[in-house]
């Protein structure tokens, strides 16, 4: 690790032809670094990883259609079905692949309409402050104390069974407050680092000290909150499925869980129609949690972590033998 | 020359980071002598402050202390188990720290701050205890009716006189003082000094004083200690260090200082940056900065040379 | 004022005020007054250094001047127009242009995710100094300047890859990528590594002298308002107490506030228990209806006018000015 450093400081300086080759080496070396000693970051992205190919290439990997009978009811795990047939007939390693695909969309969709509003709402309230600040925070409150699930049960039973879509955005909708929050804070922080001030002072204009000075410094909390409403999205999707208030026509890892308990197929010894969704609903959300805990660890120093610690409790300990205290 | 109360031999303190092993402190070696004031100057990242951390044990991870070891009245602070390390702590050194006015407590009372101290360490009762915090604040020049004040109640000057009431509760014989009143006005600085002055009169400590200030420095110690990049660079009697200081860092800092007095004419100072502790050169840390640098200076790391008695400097060019 | 063989005024204040709201309610007592009748000149060339100690009000009144906070009261003239003038014909711009301000903190002043060449760079497009095909050129050029070499290499770095001098150095140029008159500096070297902090002076008496850029020096430290300022103004609680040409303020101190600085000042090989001619007391806090003389509690030599107002300014030398019932 120390030689890449030393020999990075004293390369010639290159010409700009080598401009696209050295950003990408400087990318390499970051994410190296972000990987080195990590291994939640390792474990979350590797399997998060595994996950989105198999959702992507659902198509290909699968055998049967996942919406047609193609196999008796509950028939155990075997060399055709690897993962066994639900009380329908239907092919539950078919449905686990492109349940994939409809509830990390609906996710990831929920995720980035949330953050969207949480970005607007907190980064105006935050750096423009005063009345402008009073007024979102009241939103934002109100909003805040809705309790969410219940106020997503209540629409999406007043709107009949919703498709996923209207999920999404319902789920993008209502998740955003925490988000804006957290980012209001970290801006008003910011607001008054001199680098803000001094572009104030430069003439800057305000939707450029916004987008160009004071976003980019809240990217780890952002995605760290985008990781976060992605989970609860996901959940929250499974959850409303689970009750029926999904569109129970659509193959998503909640009309699955559905049509389990519906069938109940833990009664009756049909284990893998239930556990399966419910196993890669924990692993889908066990992976982004450790992506986020990593995220945690490089940007924030103060959590003690990392190779260098393991080092340093390996040097104490030996110092402490050789003085006798050990 | 007296016996030391604190002995320092081959001391060296490491922090490991994710970049590599960093010697903030190599192989320092320093006495205290009772009643005697060290001060220890350099600039931010020399090891000035690392070095009074490891003289308590307060360093924390990711620092350790390698090698060497700390000599207090015939005892190593170094191989002190954790009961010994508490009262030697209080008992027989005290620390008061640049930030220290914002380590109190903010909803306790500065009285009860001072009392808690005192029964902690002294089997005596707690009427007992508030009379003696009574007279520490009159030590430290602050109105026994200040007692029941909050730290928040107090100006930044006098919240650090309560920081060295305390330090000074329980009798220590070493005070060890990190920049004491850099966060201070100069006015208040002064009132401190004044007081500090008074106080080692009476109460014969001994202080080790560490600040970035030469000219705060060559008022209050007796000795001077230079560090830079971690080495003890040149140590001496205050006076020579200051009026004809050996080593090419020193004089670069002291003709750093413009004073108040004197004639006005262009000073110079030390040209480039601090180098940076894990990119050390091999020789001198001090080669890219010198004007005197040689060809040995690349070379071979200068050893601390005894130039006359006490006195103690480490370039090639002496 | 004798204006015979002096260099032009760049800026100019007189009688500046500045509240700051205190609480919630908005009687006027409920107004802390932090700069309260500043009046002074700045000549091109010439530095002005402010000194004072924390809560003196030093900082406010360079952060009225750059319009990060509205004056009160009171006239700021740049280039013998008002600055509400610039406001009213839409000139703010050309303001921000030529009043430039260095902070304090080398690490807080620079965005941690630009690189160098961005905050050199953005003034240079803001105020259209220059078109993109010749502002590497401008860049690489302030650099140097400034005293960072290599320049191409150091635009590249990001503001965690340079030490604190080095920054204050980046501040330096950002500040001159717009071509300014005058140039705030808030506490410039407080900061920075001592033996950085003299090469940092340096530079700025370079470009005064050079480039003929007028400087606002506002330190505690006394020492190095002498060093590097002609003028010095001492101000105590938002007031201007004494001020003139810095030799004759830091060798003949007539206000007891500024002797009471002075002899507070540390000095090696002056070692002992230094007596200081004032009493200990609390800095007051100033409300717009606060009569008298802010020093007033604390001076050996105060009268019984002195609680009544605050003097009126006398020159007792030539180019030395003072504020006390008392001289």
């Given at each position: 690790?120390?030689?890449?450093?030393?020999?990075?400081?004293?390369?010639?300086?290159?010409?700009?032809?080598?401009?696209?080759?050295?950003?990408?080496?400087?990318?390499?070396?970051?994410?190296?670094?972000?990987?080195?000693?990590?291994?939640?970051?390792?474990?979350?992205?590797?399997?998060?990883?595994?996950?989105?190919?198999?959702?992507?290439?659902?198509?290909?990997?699968?055998?049967?259609?996942?919406?047609?009978?193609?196999?008796?009811?509950?028939?155990?795990?075997?060399?055709?079905?690897?993962?066994?047939?639900?009380?329908?007939?239907?092919?539950?390693?078919?449905?686990?692949?492109?349940?994939?695909?409809?509830?990390?969309?609906?996710?990831?969709?929920?995720?980035?309409?949330?953050?969207?509003?949480?970005?607007?709402?907190?980064?105006?309230?935050?750096?423009?402050?005063?009345?402008?600040?009073?007024?979102?925070?009241?939103?934002?409150?109100?909003?805040?104390?809705?309790?969410?699930?219940?106020?997503?049960?209540?629409?999406?039973?007043?709107?009949?069974?919703?498709?996923?879509?209207?999920?999404?955005?319902?789920?993008?909708?209502?998740?955003?407050?925490?988000?804006?929050?957290?980012?209001?804070?970290?801006?008003?922080?910011?607001?008054?680092?001199?680098?803000?001030?001094?572009?104030?002072?430069?003439?800057?204009?305000?939707?450029?000290?916004?987008?160009?000075?004071?976003?980019?410094?809240?990217?780890?909390?952002?995605?760290?909150?985008?990781?976060?409403?992605?989970?609860?999205?996901?959940?929250?999707?499974?959850?409303?499925?689970?009750?029926?208030?999904?569109?129970?026509?659509?193959?998503?890892?909640?009309?699955?869980?559905?049509?389990?308990?519906?069938?109940?197929?833990?009664?009756?010894?049909?284990?893998?129609?239930?556990?399966?969704?419910?196993?890669?609903?924990?692993?889908?959300?066990?992976?982004?949690?450790?992506?986020?805990?990593?995220?945690?660890?490089?940007?924030?120093?103060?959590?003690?972590?990392?190779?260098?610690?393991?080092?340093?409790?390996?040097?104490?300990?030996?110092?402490?033998?050789?003085?006798?205290?050990? | 020359?007296?016996?030391?109360?604190?002995?320092?031999?081959?001391?060296?303190?490491?922090?490991?980071?994710?970049?590599?092993?960093?010697?903030?402190?190599?192989?320092?070696?320093?006495?205290?002598?009772?009643?005697?004031?060290?001060?220890?100057?350099?600039?931010?990242?020399?090891?000035?402050?690392?070095?009074?951390?490891?003289?308590?044990?307060?360093?924390?991870?990711?620092?350790?202390?390698?090698?060497?070891?700390?000599?207090?009245?015939?005892?190593?602070?170094?191989?002190?188990?954790?009961?010994?390390?508490?009262?030697?702590?209080?008992?027989?050194?005290?620390?008061?720290?640049?930030?220290?006015?914002?380590?109190?407590?903010?909803?306790?009372?500065?009285?009860?701050?001072?009392?808690?101290?005192?029964?902690?360490?002294?089997?005596?009762?707690?009427?007992?205890?508030?009379?003696?915090?009574?007279?520490?604040?009159?030590?430290?020049?602050?109105?026994?009716?200040?007692?029941?004040?909050?730290p928040h109640q107090l100006s930044g000057g006098m919240r650090q006189r309560v920081v060295i009431a305390i330090a000074l509760a329980l009798e220590p014989k070493l005070i060890i003082m990190d920049e004491p009143t850099t966060a201070l006005d100069v006015v208040v600085e002064r009132e401190i000094l004044n007081e500090l002055y008074d106080l080692k009169e009476k109460f014969g400590f001994s202080i080790l004083f560490i600040s970035h200030d030469l000219s705060l420095m060559g008022e209050i110690a007796d000795r001077i200690g230079v560090m830079y990049a971690g080495n003890l660079i040149e140590i001496g009697d205050a006076k020579t260090v200051f009026s004809k200081p050996s080593h090419p860092y020193t004089k670069g800092l002291i003709a750093s200082f413009p004073t108040i007095h004197g004639p006005k004419e262009r000073l110079y100072g030390i040209p480039g940056d601090p180098?940076?502790?894990?990119?050390?050169?091999?020789?001198?840390?001090?080669?890219?900065?010198?004007?005197?640098?040689?060809?040995?200076?690349?070379?071979?790391?200068?050893?601390?040379?005894?130039?006359?008695?006490?006195?103690?400097?480490?370039?090639?060019?002496? | 004022?004798?204006?015979?063989?002096?260099?032009?005024?760049?800026?100019?204040?007189?009688?500046?005020?500045?509240?700051?709201?205190?609480?919630?309610?908005?009687?006027?007592?409920?107004?802390?007054?932090?700069?309260?009748?500043?009046?002074?000149?700045?000549?091109?060339?010439?530095?002005?250094?402010?000194?004072?100690?924390?809560?003196?009000?030093?900082?406010?009144?360079?952060?009225?001047?750059?319009?990060?906070?509205?004056?009160?009261?009171?006239?700021?003239?740049?280039?013998?127009?008002?600055?509400?003038?610039?406001?009213?014909?839409?000139?703010?711009?050309?303001?921000?242009?030529?009043?430039?301000?260095?902070?304090?903190?080398?690490?807080?002043?620079?965005?941690?995710?630009?690189?160098?060449?961005?905050?050199?760079?953005?003034?240079?497009?803001?105020?259209?100094?220059?078109?993109?095909?010749?502002?590497?050129?401008?860049?690489?050029?302030?650099?140097?300047?400034?005293?960072?070499?290599?320049?191409?290499?150091?635009?590249?770095?990001?503001?965690?890859?340079?030490?604190?001098?080095?920054?204050?150095?980046?501040?330096?140029?950002?500040?001159?990528?717009?071509?300014?008159?005058?140039?705030?500096?808030?506490?410039?070297?407080?900061?920075?590594?001592?033996?950085?902090?003299?090469?940092?002076?340096?530079?700025?008496?370079?470009?005064?002298?050079?480039?003929?850029?007028?400087?606002?020096?506002?330190?505690?430290?006394?020492?190095?308002?002498?060093?590097?300022?002609?003028?010095?103004?001492?101000?105590?609680?938002?007031?201007?107490?004494?001020?003139?040409?810095?030799?004759?303020?830091?060798?003949?101190?007539?206000?007891?506030?500024?002797?009471?600085?002075?002899?507070?000042?540390?000095?090696?090989?002056?070692?002992?228990?230094?007596?200081?001619?004032?009493?200990?007391?609390?800095?007051?806090?100033?409300?717009?209806?606060?009569?008298?003389?802010?020093?007033?509690?604390?001076?050996?030599?105060?009268?019984?006018?002195?609680?009544?107002?605050?003097?009126?300014?006398?020159?007792?030398?030539?180019?030395?000015?003072?504020?006390?019932?008392?001289?």
């Amino acid at each position: 690790m120390n030689n890449s450093i030393t020999s990075d400081a004293n390369a010639p300086v290159p010409g700009h032809k080598s401009e696209f080759k050295k950003k990408c080496h400087s990318a390499w070396i970051k994410t190296k670094a972000f990987f080195h000693g990590n291994p939640p970051a390792i474990i979350g992205v590797s399997l998060m990883t595994v996950i989105l190919l198999g959702a992507l290439f659902a198509p290909v990997l699968t055998t049967h259609n996942p919406e047609k009978r193609v196999a008796r009811p509950h028939v155990a795990p075997n060399a055709e079905h690897v993962l066994g047939s639900t009380r329908n007939g239907r092919d539950v390693y078919s449905q686990v692949l492109h349940g994939a695909r409809k509830s990390l969309t609906v996710a990831l969709f929920a995720g980035i309409i949330a953050m969207t509003i949480a970005i607007a709402v907190g980064v105006t309230s935050g750096y423009l402050g005063g009345k402008i600040d009073e007024w979102m925070n009241f939103v934002t409150n109100v909003f805040l104390v809705f309790p969410q699930l219940p106020l997503l049960i209540v629409l999406a039973a007043f709107l009949g069974q919703v498709g996923s879509m209207v999920i999404t955005v319902l789920l993008g909708v209502t998740s955003w407050p925490w988000g804006a929050r957290v980012i209001r804070s970290q801006t008003m922080a910011i607001r008054n680092k001199e680098f803000i001030i001094s572009a104030e002072v430069m003439g800057e204009s305000k939707i450029r000290i916004i987008l160009v000075e004071i976003l980019p410094n809240l990217i780890s909390i952002v995605f760290g909150g985008f990781l976060g409403t992605v989970i609860y999205a996901m959940g929250a999707e499974a959850g409303l499925g689970i009750l029926g208030l999904g569109d129970a026509t659509e193959v998503s890892w909640g009309s699955m869980l559905y049509w389990a308990q519906v069938s109940s197929s833990l009664y009756t010894g049909a284990w893998w129609e239930m556990l399966v969704p419910a196993i890669a609903l924990a692993l889908t959300g066990g992976a982004l949690a450790l992506i986020n805990m990593s995220i945690d660890q490089v940007s924030n120093p103060k959590l003690k972590t990392g190779p260098h610690m393991k080092l340093w409790k390996k040097m104490n300990r030996e110092t402490m033998k050789r003085r006798g205290l050990l | 020359m007296k016996e030391a109360l604190l002995e320092i031999n081959n001391l060296c303190v490491d922090y490991v980071s994710a970049n590599g092993v960093a010697r903030a402190v190599n192989n320092v070696s320093l006495t205290i002598a009772p009643g005697e004031t060290l001060g220890i100057a350099g600039e931010s990242g020399c090891g000035k402050s690392t070095l009074a951390f490891a003289i308590t044990r307060l360093h924390k991870a990711p620092a350790l202390i390698s090698e060497g070891e700390i000599i207090y009245n015939g005892r190593d602070v170094l191989k002190m188990s954790d009961k010994e390390l508490r009262d030697f702590r209080w008992n027989d050194v005290s620390i008061v720290f640049q930030s220290a006015m914002n380590s109190l407590n903010p909803v306790i009372t500065i009285g009860e701050q001072l009392t808690d101290v005192i029964v902690a360490h002294k089997r005596i009762s707690f009427k007992q205890a508030a009379v003696k915090a009574k007279e520490l604040l009159g030590i430290v020049g602050i109105h026994g009716d200040r007692l029941k004040s909050f730290p928040h109640q107090l100006s930044g000057g006098m919240r650090q006189r309560v920081v060295i009431a305390i330090a000074l509760a329980l009798e220590p014989k070493l005070i060890i003082m990190d920049e004491p009143t850099t966060a201070l006005d100069v006015v208040v600085e002064r009132e401190i000094l004044n007081e500090l002055y008074d106080l080692k009169e009476k109460f014969g400590f001994s202080i080790l004083f560490i600040s970035h200030d030469l000219s705060l420095m060559g008022e209050i110690a007796d000795r001077i200690g230079v560090m830079y990049a971690g080495n003890l660079i040149e140590i001496g009697d205050a006076k020579t260090v200051f009026s004809k200081p050996s080593h090419p860092y020193t004089k670069g800092l002291i003709a750093s200082f413009p004073t108040i007095h004197g004639p006005k004419e262009r000073l110079y100072g030390i040209p480039g940056d601090p180098v940076n502790l894990l990119r050390l050169p091999t020789g001198c840390n001090f080669q890219d900065r010198c004007a005197d640098c040689m060809d040995i200076c690349k070379k071979e790391d200068p050893l601390l040379a005894e130039l006359n008695v006490d006195y103690h400097a480490a370039c090639h060019k002496l | 004022m004798d204006t015979t063989n002096n260099p032009e005024v760049v800026l100019s204040v007189r009688n500046m005020i500045k509240d700051f709201p205190i609480g919630q309610s908005s009687s006027k007592n409920s107004y802390m007054r932090a700069v309260n009748d500043v009046s002074f000149d700045l000549r091109k060339g010439e530095a002005l250094a402010i000194v004072g100690e924390s809560g003196s009000g030093k900082s406010t009144g360079a952060r009225v001047l750059t319009r990060i906070y509205e004056k009160t009261g009171g006239d700021i003239i740049f280039k013998g127009k008002p600055l509400q003038q610039y406001i009213d014909d839409h000139g703010t711009l050309e303001y921000a242009r030529q009043v430039q301000m260095i902070f304090q903190d080398p690490f807080g002043s620079l965005n941690p995710v630009h690189s160098i060449y961005h905050h050199i760079a953005r003034p240079l497009l803001i105020h259209k100094r220059a078109d993109k095909k010749v502002i590497d050129k401008l860049v690489y050029e302030l650099l140097e300047l400034v005293g960072l070499f290599p320049a191409v290499e150091t635009a590249e770095k990001y503001p965690h890859e340079l030490s604190g001098g080095q920054r204050q150095r980046v501040a330096i140029a950002r500040a001159l990528a717009v071509d300014p008159e005058v140039i705030l500096a808030d506490e410039p070297i407080s900061m920075l590594d001592v033996s950085v902090r003299l090469g940092i002076l340096n530079l700025m008496a370079d470009l005064k002298d050079k480039h003929g850029i007028s400087f606002m020096y506002i330190t505690h430290d006394i020492a190095t308002a002498r060093y590097f300022a002609e003028k010095t103004a001492v101000m105590y609680v938002g007031h201007m107490v004494e001020w003139g040409n810095s030799d004759k303020v830091t060798q003949t101190p007539q206000h007891p506030y500024t002797q009471l600085l002075l002899s507070a000042v540390p000095e090696a090989g002056q070692s002992g228990r230094r007596e200081l001619g004032a009493k200990k007391g609390e800095i007051p806090m100033w409300k717009p209806d606060t009569k008298g003389c802010p020093f007033s509690a604390r001076c050996p030599r105060a009268l019984d006018c002195c609680n009544e107002s605050f003097p009126e300014v006398t020159q007792i030398a030539d180019d030395h000015f003072i504020r006390c019932h008392n001289i």
